[in-house]
């Protein structure tokens, strides 16, 4: 009961978001995640231009678990399909298909499969798993995790890190992406 009365969620509003641009909020932690399993996130998502609505793919959002933003952390990302304006059925609102479920054991096999292929460890190596895509870059720790960060990316239409989900036409976005109960 008690867990109800501390309900949190994050907010993240965008406009004008540029082909392969991200935005994200962070939060300097320091924790030791190693007895936890897995980390789950309820993810909603919505057009801010109801003249120009963002489709499934057009937008993702990430978690970012690592020693420090840039050089050695461990990215998991989802594709969101966004609500219809209007509809107040909690199913439609944070569908399931939304729902962020990071395996811990998961993010270790993708550094462990990038070691094994020698690929650079300063350089992103990802791979996936069903519509996520989970990546690794340098030598992150969960023992040490010092920051956690969550965004919304607009994916490139070109290149290494192309959009996986849709057709990408490189234009802006504009969305409103809840976060809830990480």
């Given at each position: 009961?008690?867990?109800?009365?501390?309900?949190?969620?994050?907010?993240l509003?965008?406009?004008?978001?540029?082909?392969?641009?991200?935005?994200?909020?962070?939060?300097?932690?320091?924790?030791?995640?190693?007895?936890y399993k897995k980390l789950r996130m309820f993810v909603h998502a919505e057009s801010r231009d109801p003249?120009?609505?963002?489709?499934?793919?057009?937008?993702?959002?990430?978690?970012?678990?690592?020693?420090d933003f840039d050089q050695n952390y461990y990215e998991y990302e989802v594709p969101v399909?966004?609500?219809?304006?209007?509809?107040?059925?909690?199913?439609?609102?944070?569908?399931?298909?939304?729902d962020m479920v990071v395996e811990?054991?998961?993010?270790?096999?993708v550094k462990i499969a990038r070691n094994a292929a020698n690929a650079p460890v300063n350089l992103r190596f990802t791979e996936f798993e069903g519509d996520r895509r989970i990546t690794v870059k340098g030598?992150?720790?969960?023992?040490?995790?010092?920051?956690?960060?969550?965004g919304i990316r607009n994916p490139k239409k070109?290149?290494?890190?192309?959009?996986?989900?849709?057709?990408?036409?490189?234009?802006t976005q504009c969305a409103e992406v809840w976060v809830n109960e990480l």
């Amino acid at each position: 009961n008690l867990r109800n009365l501390n309900e949190q969620s994050l907010q993240l509003q965008v406009c004008g978001l540029r082909d392969g641009d991200s935005r994200a909020a962070f939060r300097n932690v320091q924790f030791d995640i190693r007895s936890y399993k897995k980390l789950r996130m309820f993810v909603h998502a919505e057009s801010r231009d109801p003249a120009n609505p963002i489709e499934y793919g057009d937008v993702s959002v990430y978690i970012r678990l690592g020693n420090d933003f840039d050089q050695n952390y461990y990215e998991y990302e989802v594709p969101v399909k966004p609500s219809p304006f209007g509809d107040n059925d909690p199913f439609s609102v944070w569908p399931e298909v939304n729902d962020m479920v990071v395996e811990f054991a998961r993010l270790n096999d993708v550094k462990i499969a990038r070691n094994a292929a020698n690929a650079p460890v300063n350089l992103r190596f990802t791979e996936f798993e069903g519509d996520r895509r989970i990546t690794v870059k340098g030598n992150p720790n969960l023992s040490q995790m010092r920051t956690i960060m969550v965004g919304i990316r607009n994916p490139k239409k070109d290149g290494e890190e192309a959009n996986p989900w849709a057709p990408d036409d490189a234009t802006t976005q504009c969305a409103e992406v809840w976060v809830n109960e990480l």
